[in-house]
T-cell receptor, first 113, second 111 residues
Framework: DGGITQSPKYLFRKEGQNVTLSCEQN?????MYWYRQDPGQGLRLIYY???????QKGDIAEGYSVSREKKESFPLTVTSAQKNPTAFYLC????????????FGPGTRLLVL | GESVGLHLPTLSVQEGDNSIINCAYS??????FIWYKQESGKGPQFIID?????DKRQGQRVTVLLNKTVKHLSLQIAATQPGDSAVYFC??????????FGIGTKLQVIP
């Protein structure tokens, strides 16, 4: 069954803690993306990667970091520098150069304790 | 996610009626548009797309209309069903490079 998965579904962060959100895809897509979704706002791009070992900042990269060591995986770390991390985080993937056809994962909800 | 719909405009429609969801986009140069459906607690799903050289495109039970003069996009859902209840949002692209997502509308189907 091809698709894109995110884990965990819910994640709790303590003050000053770094947390990592997982995103895995078996669609053989080169491009992967991380978005943040807040109530009453459109999706905002955090980071994206067009190919393994390469990634670029999106519109709201501050307080986040990513890695792309494998084609299938694009984990997102929410660092302690992100002062307002509570949000719904969505990962997506696409064929490189076909950003218009993105497949989204089910999302991870991050909550601050 | 579940709380995404709390601050959105809501459209309530009787089951079986047609739904029309509207979207105003921002960039007159955008050349590609997409409608997504997002059910509670899930990721967005592609519904239908339209290129800027078209003004109408039909899918299964859905139709997208594009009015470039007023930068307006609409999604029509025929014979709305309870399973259509979700948040719907549009996205615009410029040169197939940068995607800008709209805020969305929550569709509630009344049985």
């Amino acid at each position: 069954d091809g698709g894109i998965t995110q884990s965990p579904k819910y994640l709790f962060r303590k003050e000053g803690q770094n947390v990592t959100l997982s995103c895995e895809q078996n669609l053989n897509h080169d491009a992967m993306y991380w978005y943040r979704q807040d109530p009453g706002q459109g999706l905002r791009l955090i980071y994206y990667s067009q190919i393994v070992n390469d990634f670029q900042k999106g519109d709201i990269a501050e307080g986040y970091s990513v890695s792309r060591e494998k084609k299938e995986s694009f984990p997102l770390t929410v660092t302690s520098a992100q002062k307002n991390p509570t949000a719904f985080y969505l990962c997506a993937s696409s064929i490189s150069g076909q950003q218009e056809t993105q497949y989204f994962g089910p999302g991870t909800r991050l909550l601050v304790l | 996610g579940e709380s995404v719909g709390l601050h959105l405009p809501t459209l309530s429609v009787q089951e079986g009626d047609n739904s029309i969801i509207n979207c105003a986009y921002s960039n007159s140069a955008s050349d590609y548009f997409i409608w997504y459906k997002q059910e509670s607690g899930k990721g967005p799903q592609f519904i239908i797309d339209i290129r800027s050289n078209m003004d109408k495109r039909q899918g299964q039970r859905v139709t997208v209309l594009l009015n470039k003069t007023v930068k307006h996009l609409s999604l029509q859902i025929a014979a709305t069903q309870p399973g259509d209840s979700a948040v719907y949002f549009c996205a615009e692209m410029l040169g197939y490079q940068k995607v800008t997502f709209g805020i969305g509308t929550k569709l509630q189907v009344i049985p």
